[in-house]
């Protein structure tokens, strides 16, 4: 069969029109069984075999194709009498009440209609929409009483929801029967049905009140076959039913001549049956049930709603060639890479026309089979059809057949591209394009240095891989995904992929002034992180022995020529910089690559932060920085692992007279806090402008306390340097907080020297029993104990009513991250609805589908952020440097 | 430290609060009930009264027709649900014919596990052992087709207590006092609020919109602005604030014309008999009912009503602060006792309609009427075992009762002790969801599950203890003792 590619250019909505519906349906309706005693379908029943098949095996009677290639026809059902569309209701009310009971003619006179005919014709023109002229001429016409073309005097009419319309007749209500409304419709001129919105070659007022009614397909609604043998249709089949057998009982008292009562009573029960048929949750109708109280799913609760078929089978896919299963950490793969484990890597696969060049290699691995890793699981011929390698007998037969054309779905093989995903993905670098490495055991392995993008950590986080079928998207997936694409953030600029945690203390701990390495330990180093350099002069000989610097073995990896000056994270920010005399060797100065001076932290290469990472991108290429990443990380990882690192609790030991120090900066906080009190019972608290005198004292009670606290830090981490000088004994967790690697000076302060406020929605605790939070206090206690202030460390512990109010501080955190998730993925959903559409043009405007431009350059400036110096256009010193560099040279 | 609490817990279970509760339905709350139902009328002239309760010891019955008392372990082994036999005396009377009183078995209630009804009940450890159970398993829960379900109590805001709130912002009621009326399983929220004019209205079920105080008033039998003055306030202060409300209601003079006003309300388009008598009812039944339900409580109704007025008044003024609705003095826990009344009190109610229905088919097939045919037991059974082995309570309550959590004791304990909040947990509701100091020594700070349910789902703590209510009868007396002026007309 030839495939003739079409394009869609529109799709135009419309009505269908009685004859229509005739012309599309193969069979009429006419009996509401659907099977004979033997199980076959009757014909002229729900489940007629001309309305398509749903059995396999056998051939549809109209069209003659099979189960899956034929499409289903429709059927139809002429209705006794006419009834009214539920979903078109409230716009017949409004046609209604704006024409001519009489001539129908729209209530406006003819200059009016010209008016509104023009206005009409302009807005199409420039593509708005005709919905607030159309609503503004209903609004107009509603308003006369009498029609200014025949002048017949214009009744109110009410309308009844969900379906009944009654018009009021000199004070008595008659109830419009769909016939006199269809007849009504019917009188509306195409011109004058026109200026009401309709496009009558498609839409005629009329046909909204039906008399056909339209029978899906039985592919539309199969019936299941229960083990039991019995069958059980579908809920629009049972609804089907209703009507028919409804509309069969209408025609047969209409013909016998039963009173009009009955007919009456019917007809309204048909218009019940088919209002449910298109909406089973109209508002004022009870819902039809099944036998078992269930109520039916008819056609609007087919496509609304979460589950509904827009949300879950349109927007909402699902996809093959997929993998997921936990993740776990693996410092030996490049940040390219991502370990697949083989069971995975036996299942998913990539399919590869056969040339003459991998001819042999192909047919080797369709000998393994899907079994045995590396091999196949389909072959696919020329002509489409798929052969499973599983079901196929003759191995050799199958392979003489095989030649160039034909495809076979290999096994995903070390090397192959795949994309890696995390949710809730929301920005880009959520799916990555990853290099296969095939590992053995069963997670994903992936490199430290992407979790920061994925926002992925291993304490049980599932991960989803899709194995890319064609060989654009794996070119596309290629260059624009992969992850060393994906270093800057077009967030802020700055590399979103880099070193965390012991990558960072590795690095301090290597660049540290006066580490120093024998040849042997160097090489050994060196050779363990995979770097193949020539070593320089080594830089300290003492007694004889050369010693290489730990700036010496970090330089090798820099790139020859770069040349680089920044303040490092360890930085104290003094008020004199002394640059590279710097005590704390926080100046970094590389010069033609190498490590002059300063500390290599997280602003070196640190995720979101490292400014030598972000010249090795920007200045040296993707490649490079790749390079230099799994260098570096490979590196740092291999010294602190032969070095050793290690926290205890021993870290936040004070000695007595930093204890005794800290108490007593606790003390002159409280007691501060007690004059603020005092003076504010004596009304001489100077206000804050804007604040209440309560609101002022609050604030400066806050004040003082997260001072005091700050102030026990800053001693503590004196004391905890200090101590760390004299006992020449690094401290681990001060370490990791000085570098970035983990952890703040905030959290070193907790737990050495004071927790400090407990705080609820940005106040102190001021809930709790009438006049105090806890009943330990005296009533009208507004003290700093008393409202929440913890004067304990974490090590030392805390006291009952302090770990009281600390469980009220941290319940609040719970809260928020437990209400967050669920309204940020609100918001995602809503934004990506709103945005999915735009993109940037080649002209730089960004437009939606309709070629409606947005904004007239991305960003109003046309930058690509992750090309920009950290949100910067140009960085102008960085240029400077390098000119005046190359001018010296 | 150690040893008091050692002491304190030897004493106390940790799941005493569930047992106590239960004992104390089987043996007060359900002879309640059946008093409160009092007697059936049928329609073709027969009565049934009811006389005495009794519930038997935990029985399994076999295929053979026999009863035998069962340990709960046979129960969880065979999958059979550990119930116990329930008997009450009834008779019949017609034709000015009164039987005797005869116990018959009305159905079968679930056995909470270790109550008194329990075969554990006072087994030491050692008999324990013998009847195949854990002697350190707590109890408290029961057995419904094999498996153990726990009915985990729930935390509700305290009826029966007027609760001050301010008006939504933007709207036209400023401040608002609210109370949750409960008479015996009925339940009816009746509001005194105050609009932007300083208009009051009172809101109670039945009614559809607000009726002005003042009318409510008069209704009740506080006909003259003095006698209103003196059941809001005779304070100056409020003076203004209650003459500009009798201002707006003095087209209604007396109690006849404001009982019309309700009527005209409750009953429109009705006879004027009819909308009087209907206007009548519908005070005395569902303004606030935890007064009382006949006309002699209307003017202490009036009096109630003149409280929340005032406290409304009080709010507007800035005298008073709104309630702290998240403040656990405004809880009440409900265990197992509890919703096991709200359970029971429903499933008897239809077996008395199904008694009701029966004696009717029977005496009009002209057989004798007899209670022996007229009581299906398995309608109370069935309404009360599908309850708690879906967990869909009376009132459309969902997972009320739950399947014990068998992890590990721990887990079971935290499970038998857990509080759970009917707030919606989609709603962000961080108030309620905040560890309140209030809930020192009565709810662990710590443990609650992250995620949706965070702080809505709660856990006693170790030395939390129970005090239950105290009924109404035994106090007023002791309070008219101490020199409680009771309420009188014109003081």
């Known amino acids: 069969m030839r495939i003739i590619p079409k394009k869609v250019e529109r799709i135009k909505f419309g009505l269908l029109s009685p004859e229509m519906i005739r012309k599309l349906a193969e069979v009429k309706i006419v009996t509401a069984d659907t099977y004979d005693e033997d199980g076959y379908p009757i014909e002229g029943g729900l489940m007629d075999p001309r309305l398509g098949v749903v059995d396999p095996g056998l051939r549809c009677k109209t069209c003659g194709s099979r189960v899956g290639d034929c499409p289903g026809h429709f059927g139809r059902i002429e209705l006794a009498r006419p009834v009214i569309h539920v979903g078109y209701a409230k716009l017949i009310n409004k046609i209604l009440r704006s024409t001519c009971r009489e001539c129908g003619r729209v209530l406006l006179p003819e200059e009016k209609i010209e008016e509104f005919r023009e206005e009409l014709k302009r807005a199409r023109r420039i593509g708005k929409s005709d919905e607030p002229i159309v609503e503004e001429l209903f609004k107009q016409a509603r308003a006369s009483k009498s029609c200014p073309h025949c002048g017949a005097e214009q009744k109110e009419i009410k309308f009844e929801k969900p379906t009944t319309f009654i018009e009021v007749v000199e004070g008595r209500q008659h109830r419009l029967s769909p016939i006199e409304v269809r007849e009504r419709l019917e009188r509306i001129t195409d011109e004058d049905a026109e200026v009401m919105g309709f496009d009558v070659s498609v839409a005629r007022p009329e046909w909204m009140v039906l008399t056909v009614l339209l029978v899906p397909p039985v592919t539309v609604r199969p019936s299941i076959t229960l083990e039991s043998g019995e069958r059980s249709e579908d809920d629009l089949t049972h609804k089907l039913v209703d009507i028919i057998r409804i509309n069969q009982r209408l025609e047969e008292n209409m013909e016998a001549g039963a009173p009009q009562l009955i007919i009456e009573d019917l007809w309204e029960l048909l218009q019940y049956h088919v209002t449910t048929y298109f909406n089973n949750e109209v508002a004022g109708v009870p819902p039809a049930r099944h036998r078992s109280g269930r109520p039916l799913k008819t056609l609007a609760q087919r496509l609304k709603g979460k589950e509904g078929r827009f949300r879950s089978n349109l927007s909402g896919k699902r996809v093959n060639y997929s993998a997921r299963t936990v993740i776990s950490p693996d410092p030996n793969l490049s940040i390219n890479e991502v370990g697949v484990p083989e069971i995975i890597a036996r299942e998913l696969t990539i399919p590869e026309i056969v040339t003459p060049m991998n001819i042999e290699r192909l047919k080797k691995l369709v000998r393994n089979g899907p079994a045995k890793y590396p091999g196949a699981n389909y072959v696919e011929r020329p002509d489409g059809a798929r052969l499973s390698l599983a079901r196929v007998r003759d191995i050799d037969e199958l392979l003489e057949k095989i030649e160039p054309g034909w495809k076979v779905h290999r096994h995903l093989i070390d090397g192959d591209i795949v994309l890696f995903n995390r949710q809730p993905s929301l920005h880009r670098m959520s799916i990555m394009a990853h290099e296969v490495k095939v590992l053995p055991y069963k997670t994903f392995r992936l490199n430290l240095c992407v979790c920061p993008p994925y926002n992925a950590d291993f304490d049980g986080d599932e991960m989803n891989l899709h194995a890319i079928q064609s060989q654009e998207a794996r070119a596309e997936a290629r260059v624009l995904m992969r992850v060393q694409e994906q270093i800057l953030s077009p967030r802020f600029g700055g590399p979103i992929i880099g070193g965390i945690h012991d990558h960072i203390s590795g690095a301090y701990l290597l660049t540290l002034p006066g580490v120093r390495f024998t040849k042997e330990d160097a ?13 320089p002069e080594p830089e300290i000989v003492e007694n004889g022995k050369e010693y290489y610097t730990g700036k010496q073995i970090f330089s090798l990896l820099l790139p020859e020529d770069l040349s680089l000056r920044y303040k490092a994270k ?54 490079a920085a790749r390079e230099f990443l799994d260098r570096v990380t490979k590196l740092v990882i291999n010294f602190i692992t032969w070095r050793g690192f290690s926290t205890g609790i021993d870290d936040e030991d004070l000695p007595e007279e930093a204890k005794e120090r800290i108490a007593e900066i606790l003390d002159d906080a409280e007691r501060n806090v007690f004059e603020l009190i005092r003076a504010y019972n004596d009304k001489i608290l ?146 990506i609805n709103a945005l999915q559409d735009l993109k940037v043009e080649y002209d730089h405007t960004v437009r939606d589908t309709r070629g409606v431009i947005v904004e007239f350059q991305h960003g109003e400036d046309g930058s690509d952020p992750s090309r920009t110096d950290w949100g910067k256009m140009v960085n102008v010193k960085n240029i400077v440097e390098k000119y005046a560099r190359t001018e010296a040279e | 430290m150690k040893p008091i609490l050692q002491s304190f817990l030897r004493k106390r279970e940790l799941v005493r609060q569930h047992i106590d509760s239960f004992n104390d339905f089987i043996e007060n709350r ?125 935390e509700d805001l305290a009826p029966n207590k007027i609760i001050l709130e301010k008006g939504e912002e933007y709207s036209k009621i400023t401040e608002v006092a609210k109370v949750f009326s409960k008479r015996g399983g009925f339940r009816a929220l009746t509001t005194v609020e105050r609009d932007r004019e300083g208009l009051l209205w009172v809101n109670f079920p039945s009614v559809p919109g607000s009726i002005p105080l003042v009318v409510m008033l008069r209704a009740l039998g506080i006909e003259t602005d003095r006698e209103i003055m003196e059941v809001i306030s005779e304070k100056p202060a409020y003076m203004h604030d209650i003459l500009l409300n009798l201002e707006e209601s003095a087209s209604v003079k007396d109690t006849a014309m404001a009982m019309e006003v309700i ?160 707030l919606s947990r989609s709603q962000p509701h961080f108030e309620a969801r905040d560890l309140h100091p209030t809930q020192f020594g009565r709810i662990c700070p710590s443990e609650t599950p992250e995620g949706p349910n965070c702080g809505l789902v709660k856990n006693l703590a170790l030395a939390c203890e129970f005090s239950t209510g105290v009924p109404g009868e035994e106090l007023v007396p002791v309070l008219y003792e101490m020199g409680v002026k009771p309420i009188k007309r014109g003081v």
């Not at chain 1, 100046?587 to 033609?592: A, D, F, H, P, R």
């Not at chain 1, 209440?692 to 001072?707: A, G, H, N, P, Q």
């Not at chain 2, 909470?112 to 009804?117: Q, W």
């Not at chain 2, 030491?124 to 009847?131: F, H, Q, R």
Request: aromatic content about 8%.
């Open chain 1, 523 to 535: 090489f050994h180093l060196l050779y363990a992180s995979g770097i193949k350099k020539p070593l």
């Open chain 1, 570 to 623: 360890v930085c104290r920010k003094c008020e004199v910089c002394r640059e590279e005399e710097c005590e704390y060797d926080a100046y970094v100065v590389i010069e033609n690559g190498r490590l002059k001076c300063g500390i290599m932290d997280e602003k070196s290469f640190g995720a979101f932060a490292g400014v030598l990472l972000d010249r090795i991108v920007k200045d040296y290429g993707t490649d």
């Open chain 1, 686 to 831: 100077e206000q804050l402008p804007g604040r209440t005198l309560e609101e002022t004292l609050e604030m400066r009670i806050m004040e003082v306390l997260s001072e005091a606290r700050d102030k026990t830090g800053a001693i503590a981490n004196e004391y905890l340097e200090r101590e760390e000088r004299r006992r020449r004994h690094e401290n681990s967790a001060r370490i990791m907080a000085v570098s970035g690697a983990r952890g703040s000076l905030l959290n070193l302060t907790q737990m050495a020297a004071c927790v400090g406020q407990q705080s609820v929605r940005g106040e102190r605790i001021k809930r709790g029993y009438s006049g105090r939070t806890l009943p330990h206090f005296k009533v009208g206690d507004i003290s700093a104990r008393a409202k929440g202030f913890v004067r304990s460390s974490y090590k030392q512990g805390l006291s009952p009513l302090e770990f009281f109010f600390h469980n009220m501080g941290g319940r609040e955190g719970l809260v928020d991250t437990a209400v967050r998730t669920s309204q940020s993925g609100y918001m995602q959903r809503r934004l």
């Open chain 2, 30 to 154: 359900l002879q309640a009930i059946v008093d409160e139902t009092g007697i059936i009328e049928t329609d073709v002239g027969v009565e049934v009264e009811f006389g005495r309760i009794r519930v038997n010891q935990a029985e399994a019955l076999e295929a053979d027709g026999s009863w035998h008392p069962i340990a709960p372990m046979e129960a969880r082994l065979r999958n059979l649900s550990y119930l116990s036999r329930v008997f009450l005396e009834m008779r019949l009377r017609w034709n000015e014919r009164e039987t005797d009183f005869e116990s018959i078995k009305i159905g079968q209630i679930p056995t909470m596990i270790k109550s008194k009804i329990c075969n554990l009940h006072g087994k030491s450890d050692e008999e324990l052992v013998e009847l195949g159970e854990d002697p350190l398993d707590p109890g408290g829960y029961f057995i419904i087709n094999g498996s153990e379900r726990v009915l985990v109590t729930i």
């Open chain 2, 263 to 422: 009527g005209r309300k409750v009953a429109a388009g009705q006879a004027k008999e009819y909308r009087l008598k209907r206007a009548e009812q519908v005070i005395d039944r569902y303004l606030l009912p935890h007064i009382g339900v006949e006309p002699k409580d209307r003017l202490r109704k009036a009096y109630y009503l003149g409280r929340m007025a005032l406290r409304v008044l009080e709010l507007a003024r800035g005298l008073r602060d709104p309630d702290d609705k998240d403040h656990y003095a405004n809880k009440r826990l409900r265990l197992a006792g509890d919703l096991m009344e709200d359970l029971f009190r429903v499933a008897f109610y239809n077996l008395t309609r199904d008694i009701k229905y029966q004696l009717e088919r029977s005496v009009v097939r002209g057989k004798e009427p007899s209670v022996y045919t007229a009581v299906r037991p398995d309608v109370l059974t069935e309404r009360i075992r599908h309850a708690l082995a879906t967990g869909n309570w009376v009132g459309g309550r969902a997972g009320v009762s739950q399947l014990l959590d068998r992890t590990n004791y721990l887990s079971v304990v935290s499970h038998l002790r857990r509080v759970v909040s009917p």
